[in-house]
């Protein structure tokens, strides 16, 4: 096959080099072998990818193992599906939007425009609420972008007396995003971007300069989905694919501080801050998609819908999950709202801003979802190929294999264990929700239908037995799942159809699934701290050890320059100074809940500290959880947005007492005893 033109973002090596990588990981993890059944990972990314390498254009794809995750594959086997796929895409005309591809050729092709869509400085990237012309009127003539001059002037907002010379690395630290290796260009005060090829900056990850239409630099900036969806591990001279994780997910950012930030610059778009889009680094609230199915593309909301979406609630605070596990998910987002081939919902803040109306926008929306229909496609290819870094540290490869024995066999309602957690589906282990790795069980038919199949995670967990913090599954109620069908996110003209594309959580898809949270694939999970769908959990031991979870934590901050103490930085990500090999995860402090006074200032910035604490929980905390969960933005609203130096360093700390951030649940795995967990954890390294 020819090679690639492009490397993968913020890998530093080259695409086929790290398909190489994902092949023979094991061999690059110190202490770990290829040999045998129990030790191996593909690292995630897409079956039909891989197919591909060595192959001419003209292969024809063998069948996407998704596909196969239909009712009745899993019956009575160790790992259990209860989420199916959906060909959104049965009827191309009707849907007016590309199928899947037939070859590796149109593969590649679409793996090339995905790829340009979110290579930073690439003449086709996008950016939020423009997609990828800011000069379009369904792009509000770029109303979600800003220009270089105002990006220069944001040292003046922190309150410097003059411009610092390591600007570029105060804005990666301060708004939570990686600077990469990979050149990502701006204009410097003073500089023309056409004749300094772009400028002599460095953007972080979270953004990028736009092109204009013939394909010079535009100087306008706009934000990137890696501002939420590709973090930071350590260097790159750490190992392979390390530094920038692409698709890893961030518990990096800072958003809302971003553009609390850009306000008084004149940004447009910063007055979404005053709905705040977190109130903890590193989450966010793009998945309060109860907002957007307020515009129908075809039909009229009923009054109930619109009752019903208004108090709906908010999702509240959410961790973002690793785009290299969605080659190994028939179903996307934390409570597998909608198929993995609705590739429109991926791009949602990718979309003119006119495309968000449905048809109250006319013919501006109508563009606007043409861009759409366009271009969503070819980001899911190259967002599927996507594999996670093989883990960079000494693994005990003896414990690591008595761990994968355990993940894929250990029955935690086995008698004797006394669990008290009503049981799942399949065989009552780690793999029985998230799926098998390891050769030994991947090819066992009492474990899965196909060996095709190695990796797939399609169980959602009932909320009664995962019991994690339920606001995200009863936000999105009835209203909110009726409504969605009729959005054009939501795939209106599959409707009824066995292939209905609509939210999968509606009463007539669903059937009896009760409601709750998706297990995912666990490729990478190493690298993907916090855990649980709201983040509330900082690494896996506690997740495996809920009795070790803190109620108030906040993870390590990295040191500023000795010269600049008084900085906002960002989370530490140095693998040496930061990560905890044991628990795995990023080290952090317990945080003690005092009441705030003048002569205590140092805590929570919350106003219920502890459970039953007289003091700290009055019956005003309760009415606001009740209002957080029955109107629609009011969590958001009523949280202030945050100026001082005390403010931001507070918005690290992580309250499980707070609307939304609850850090209990995955209760069963109390039965497990710390030698069973610590060998989990070896083996959870080698995936």
Same mark, same amino acid.
């Given at each position: 096959m020819p090679v690639e033109r492009r490397s993968f973002v913020g890998s530093g090596a080259a695409v086929p080099f790290v398909r190489m990588l994902s092949v023979l990981?094991?061999?690059?993890?110190?202490?770990?072998?290829?040999?045998?059944?129990?030790?191996?990972?593909?690292?995630?990314?897409s079956a039909q990818w891989d197919f591909c390498y060595g192959r001419p254009d003209s292969a024809l794809l063998p069948v996407d193992p998704r596909?196969?995750?239909?009712?009745?594959?899993?019956?009575?086997?160790?790992?259990?599906?209860?989420?199916?796929?959906?060909?959104?895409?049965?009827?191309?005309?009707?849907?007016?939007?590309?199928?899947?591809?037939?070859?590796?050729?149109?593969?590649?092709?679409?793996?090339?425009h995905g790829e340009g869509l979110l290579t930073n400085g690439h003449p086709g990237v996008g950016v939020l609420f423009t997609g990828t012309d800011y000069t379009r009127p369904e792009a509000a003539f770029g109303i979600a972008t800003f220009s270089a001059a105002q990006y220069n002037e944001l040292w003046r907002v922190w309150g410097f007396p003059f411009r610092p010379d390591n600007f570029d690395t105060l804005v990666a630290q301060r708004y939570g995003s990686g600077l990469n290796t990979e050149r990502n260009p701006y204009p410097l005060?003073? /500089?023309?971007? +056409?004749?300094?090829?772009?400028? !002599? @900056?460095?953007?972080?990850?979270?953004?990028? /300069?736009?092109? +204009?239409?013939?394909?010079?630099? !535009? @100087?306008?900036?706009?934000?990137?989905?890696?501002?939420?969806?590709?973090?930071?591990v350590g260097k790159p001279g750490d190992g392979p694919g390390l530094g920038v994780q692409v698709g890893g997910g961030s518990s990096l950012a800072d958003l809302d501080l971003f553009l609390s930030d850009l306000l008084p610059l004149g940004y447009p778009a910063s007055l979404a801050t005053f709905l705040n889009l977190n109130r903890t680094r590193g989450t966010n609230n793009a998945s309060d998609i109860n907002l957007a199915f307020l515009f129908p593309d075809e039909n009229l909301l009923t009054p109930s819908e619109v009752i019903g979406l208004i108090n709906s609630g908010s999702t509240a605070g959410m961790d973002t999950p690793a785009w290299w596990n969605m080659g190994h998910r028939p179903v996307k987002f934390v409570d597998g709202v909608f198929p993995m081939d609705a590739p429109r919902v991926d791009m949602v803040f990718y979309t003119p801003f006119i495309g968000l109306f449905g048809s109250a926008g006319g013919p501006l929306s109508e563009a606007g979802q043409d861009w759409m229909r366009d271009n969503g496609p070819s980001l899911n290819t190259w967002v599927d190929s996507l594999?996670?870094?093989?883990?960079?540290?000494?693994?005990?490869?003896?414990?690591?294999?008595?761990?994968?024995?355990?993940?894929?066999?250990?029955?935690?309602?086995?008698?004797?264990r006394n669990n008290t957690v009503p049981r799942p589906q399949g065989n009552g282990s780690c793999a029985s929700c998230h799926g098998a790795y390891a050769p030994r069980y991947v090819n066992n038919p009492a474990f899965l239908a196909t060996p095709a199949l190695e990796g797939m995670a399609s169980y959602i967990a009932p909320l009664r037995i995962i019991g994690t913090d339920p606001v995200r599954?009863?936000?999105?109620?009835?209203?909110?799942?009726?409504?969605?069908?009729?959005?054009?996110?939501?795939?209106?003209?599959?409707?009824?159809?066995?292939?209905?594309?609509?939210?999968?959580n509606q009463p007539h898809i669903r059937g009896n699934r009760e409601p709750g949270y998706l297990a995912p694939p666990l490729y990478g999970v190493w690298a993907t701290a916090p855990y649980l769908h709201n983040g509330s959990v900082p690494n896996v031991w506690e997740v495996l050890k809920p009795a070790d979870r803190k109620p108030i934590w906040r993870r390590v901050s990295a040191p500023p320059r000795w010269d600049q103490p008084l900085t906002v930085m960002g989370f530490d990500t140095d693998l040496q100074r930061a990560y905890d090999s044991t628990r795995l995860g990023w080290k952090y402090d317990t945080i003690p809940c005092k009441w705030r006074t003048p002569l205590n200032p140092a805590v929570s910035p919350y106003i219920n500290c502890q459970p039953g604490d007289e003091f700290t929980t009055p019956l005003a905390q309760e009415m606001m959880n009740v209002l957080f969960s029955n109107l629609a933005l009011s969590w958001n609203i009523l949280f202030p947005p945050t100026r001082t130096r005390q403010q931001l360093e507070d918005r690290k700390i992580y309250n499980t007492n707070a609307f939304g951030q609850d850090n209990g649940g995955h209760e069963f795995n109390s039965v497990l005893t710390d030698p069973e967990r610590l060998a989990i954890i070896e083996y959870l390294k080698t995936l």
């Amino acid at each position: 096959m020819p090679v690639e033109r492009r490397s993968f973002v913020g890998s530093g090596a080259a695409v086929p080099f790290v398909r190489m990588l994902s092949v023979l990981a094991v061999l690059s993890v110190p202490g770990v072998s290829a040999a045998g059944d129990l030790l191996g990972s593909s690292r995630g990314g897409s079956a039909q990818w891989d197919f591909c390498y060595g192959r001419p254009d003209s292969a024809l794809l063998p069948v996407d193992p998704r596909t196969l995750v239909q009712p009745g594959i899993s019956d009575g086997r160790a790992v259990h599906f209860n989420a199916y796929w959906k060909n959104c895409h049965v009827d191309p005309e009707a849907v007016k939007e590309q199928g899947a591809a037939k070859t590796c050729g149109e593969l590649r092709a679409r793996f090339a425009h995905g790829e340009g869509l979110l290579t930073n400085g690439h003449p086709g990237v996008g950016v939020l609420f423009t997609g990828t012309d800011y000069t379009r009127p369904e792009a509000a003539f770029g109303i979600a972008t800003f220009s270089a001059a105002q990006y220069n002037e944001l040292w003046r907002v922190w309150g410097f007396p003059f411009r610092p010379d390591n600007f570029d690395t105060l804005v990666a630290q301060r708004y939570g995003s990686g600077l990469n290796t990979e050149r990502n260009p701006y204009p410097l005060p003073g /500089q023309f971007p +056409n004749l300094s090829n772009g400028g !002599s @900056g460095q953007l972080p990850q979270m953004l990028t /300069q736009l092109r +204009n239409p013939d394909g010079s630099w !535009s @100087g306008r900036i706009g934000v990137t989905c890696h501002a939420c969806h590709s973090g930071m591990v350590g260097k790159p001279g750490d190992g392979p694919g390390l530094g920038v994780q692409v698709g890893g997910g961030s518990s990096l950012a800072d958003l809302d501080l971003f553009l609390s930030d850009l306000l008084p610059l004149g940004y447009p778009a910063s007055l979404a801050t005053f709905l705040n889009l977190n109130r903890t680094r590193g989450t966010n609230n793009a998945s309060d998609i109860n907002l957007a199915f307020l515009f129908p593309d075809e039909n009229l909301l009923t009054p109930s819908e619109v009752i019903g979406l208004i108090n709906s609630g908010s999702t509240a605070g959410m961790d973002t999950p690793a785009w290299w596990n969605m080659g190994h998910r028939p179903v996307k987002f934390v409570d597998g709202v909608f198929p993995m081939d609705a590739p429109r919902v991926d791009m949602v803040f990718y979309t003119p801003f006119i495309g968000l109306f449905g048809s109250a926008g006319g013919p501006l929306s109508e563009a606007g979802q043409d861009w759409m229909r366009d271009n969503g496609p070819s980001l899911n290819t190259w967002v599927d190929s996507l594999k996670s870094p093989p883990y960079p540290l000494p693994i005990n490869q003896a414990l690591a294999e008595q761990g994968a024995v355990l993940f894929h066999t250990l029955d935690m309602w086995a008698p004797g264990r006394n669990n008290t957690v009503p049981r799942p589906q399949g065989n009552g282990s780690c793999a029985s929700c998230h799926g098998a790795y390891a050769p030994r069980y991947v090819n066992n038919p009492a474990f899965l239908a196909t060996p095709a199949l190695e990796g797939m995670a399609s169980y959602i967990a009932p909320l009664r037995i995962i019991g994690t913090d339920p606001v995200r599954v009863n936000t999105n109620n009835a209203a909110v799942q009726s409504a969605g069908a009729k959005n054009f996110f939501g795939y209106p003209s599959t409707a009824g159809t066995a292939n209905d594309c609509g939210p999968q959580n509606q009463p007539h898809i669903r059937g009896n699934r009760e409601p709750g949270y998706l297990a995912p694939p666990l490729y990478g999970v190493w690298a993907t701290a916090p855990y649980l769908h709201n983040g509330s959990v900082p690494n896996v031991w506690e997740v495996l050890k809920p009795a070790d979870r803190k109620p108030i934590w906040r993870r390590v901050s990295a040191p500023p320059r000795w010269d600049q103490p008084l900085t906002v930085m960002g989370f530490d990500t140095d693998l040496q100074r930061a990560y905890d090999s044991t628990r795995l995860g990023w080290k952090y402090d317990t945080i003690p809940c005092k009441w705030r006074t003048p002569l205590n200032p140092a805590v929570s910035p919350y106003i219920n500290c502890q459970p039953g604490d007289e003091f700290t929980t009055p019956l005003a905390q309760e009415m606001m959880n009740v209002l957080f969960s029955n109107l629609a933005l009011s969590w958001n609203i009523l949280f202030p947005p945050t100026r001082t130096r005390q403010q931001l360093e507070d918005r690290k700390i992580y309250n499980t007492n707070a609307f939304g951030q609850d850090n209990g649940g995955h209760e069963f795995n109390s039965v497990l005893t710390d030698p069973e967990r610590l060998a989990i954890i070896e083996y959870l390294k080698t995936l």
